[in-house]
């Protein structure tokens, strides 16, 4: 056993680095170790929550099982900036790394150029811990290097900026500080590859609802499936995934950083593919938006540079519905509680499916319950108009017969189709310049909007005939405007022309099938 002793009178302070999170951003916090006379104890301090507060007995735990025991002194850790919050079992390794300088095990010099993260084990082995990439990020900007875990130096080591150290134990953090056996710096992990098993031509019919897909695939448009139970809907969405292009690098890491906070990230690969996320209509609006305890992304978030699919659209709660309407428009969601502020990114596209009653056979006299049309309208008016006005694309989805079900497939498969998709995203990141925050049509507005999508003297004509009749909202208008422009790249065209608009119009305007609902509600109320 190592017996450490402080010399009476003697003070003994040393410091090391970690983070603390706040959203997507890691904040550098500065590990203060006092070791002084005194009556022998163990403080924490610094606004640490309670996985904080219990790394005192990890550590020392720890360090018993490296036969070090600590002095019978006061020892004091203070996490600084004292006013930030501090949560997470992650700083237990700088906490360690703190104590053991202290007292001159390891040198103060070396960890003072190191930022640490990672949950000690009562054995002195690391366990990982979540946001790796987050801290990664925030180490290279500050100059040093990064000890993590191994388990999380895969995820880590995806920032080129700065040197990674992932080690197995503290002991082996030891006799890499002391020169003993020195550690190799950790390699990133593995891209995931595309596995795309679900192909659009497996889905018989519903062209239309096709034709839909890939437009707002071209345009991260939102869109809604409204049809009757087994009609395809959720079979379509779930394809989805395979008509988009793969994640930029920048987007790649964008979203990574939020899956490394939510510790989704397999065992520190970073994916390619574009996140789909379909959440349960019970779920709740932490869930959704984000928040609890500690303030975590929700699925919004989760769901950034991707798609959010919600199945059984009006049987979410009302106020999860009305709370996605400012994170549609802004692209990020604000999570406000009493201490903190937290913001995460959320650019998705959302894809929502509904039938179009509680019966879900409204169009269909034979098979509709007593309650119709007013059971349709119970229903769809779940469903607020302001929430109702952001969806770019509309569809009708119809049922399909089970005569069509023996033929053969006779669509365009996903790979065609995605291609197509590919060359329209090409002509618009062409078209943006970086430095205007836009990269897709769904993100122009103002003056840009109105010169990539001025549409010839027919379309404006046709716009405003249909803009008077149905009584578009200025969105609405706007939300034309940027699906005639996706249609126009699609077409390969560099304007935007009458058949353009037609077809924006036709996805946005009442369909046949709602029209056929209003009569027979008309004829039924008379």
């Known amino acids: 056993s190592v017996n450490l002793e402080v010399a009476s009178g003697e003070r003994m302070v040393s410091r090391s680095y970690t983070v603390a999170f706040q959203g997507v951003d890691a904040r550098l916090v500065e590990v203060q170790c006092a070791v002084s006379p005194g009556l022998p104890a163990f403080a924490i301090v610094g606004l640490p929550d309670k996985a904080v507060s219990e790394a005192r007995d990890r550590v020392r735990a720890a360090l018993s099982s490296m036969a070090i025991a600590l002095p019978s002194k006061r020892i004091t850790i203070n996490l600084s900036p004292a006013d930030l919050p501090k949560k997470g079992s992650h700083f237990d390794l700088p906490i360690a790394l703190a104590l053991l300088a202290a007292l001159q095990i390891i040198p103060d010099d070396v960890v003072q150029t190191t930022v640490a993260l990672g949950e000690l084990s009562l054995d002195g082995s690391l366990i990982s811990v979540v946001g790796a990439l987050s801290a990664a990020i925030a180490t290279a900007e500050a100059g040093r290097s990064l000890l993590c875990p191994t388990a999380s130096g895969k995820e880590a080591a995806w920032v080129s900026d700065t040197q990674v150290i992932a080690a197995a134990s503290l002991g082996d953090v030891v006799r890499h500080y002391t020169g003993k056996v020195p550690i190799a710096p950790a390699v990133p992990g593995e891209v995931s590859a595309p596995d795309h098993t679900l192909d659009l031509s497996d889905v018989k019919g519903q062209e239309r609802a096709k034709r839909a897909l890939e437009i707002a695939a071209a345009g991260r448009h939102h869109l809604m499936f409204v049809g009757t139970p087994g009609s395809g809907k959720s079979m379509m969405a779930e394809r989805l995934p395979g008509l988009l292009p793969p994640l930029t690098p920048r987007e790649a890491l964008e979203t990574s950083m939020i899956h490394s906070l939510s510790g989704l990230l397999d065992e520190g690969g970073i994916s390619r593919v574009r996140p789909f996320r379909d959440p349960h209509h019970t779920s709740s609006m932490a869930a959704i938006i984000g928040g609890g305890r500690t303030a975590k992304p929700g699925e919004v978030s989760l769901a950034h540079n991707g798609v959010l699919f919600m199945d059984e659209f009006p049987e979410f709660a009302r106020n999860v519905l009305e709370t996605l309407r400012q994170p549609i428009e802004t ?56 929430l109702l006005d952001r969806f770019d694309l509309r569809v009708d989805v119809p049922p399909v017969a089970f005569t069509d079900l023996d033929l053969p497939n006779t669509g365009e498969r996903s790979a065609v189709i995605a291609a197509r998709v590919a060359a329209a995203r090409t002509v618009q990141h062409d078209r943006f310049s970086a430095d205007q925050g836009v990269m897709l049509n769904s993100d122009a507005a103002g003056d840009l909007l109105d010169d990539i999508a001025a549409p010839d003297a027919e379309g404006r004509d046709l716009l405003a005939r249909a803009a008077e009749r149905f009584q578009l909202s200025a969105r609405g208008y706007y939300r034309v405007l940027r699906v005639a422009r996706t249609i126009a790249d699609l077409d390969g065209a560099a304007e935007v022309r009458k058949p353009h608009l037609a077809e924006a119009l036709s996805f946005r305007l009442p369909d046949q099938g709602a029209v056929q609902m209003q009569a027979r509600a008309d004829r039924l109320s008379s």
């Open 331 to 386: 692209g990020e969601v604000m999570i406000a509680r009493a201490n903190a502020h937290v913001r995460y990114p959320c650019k998705f596209m959302l894809v929502a499916a509904a039938n179009p009653c509680k019966c879900g056979y409204l169009s269909d006299p034979s098979r509709a319950c007593s309650r119709a049309p007013i059971c349709g309208e119970d229903y769809m008016g779940r469903i607020s108009g302001p």
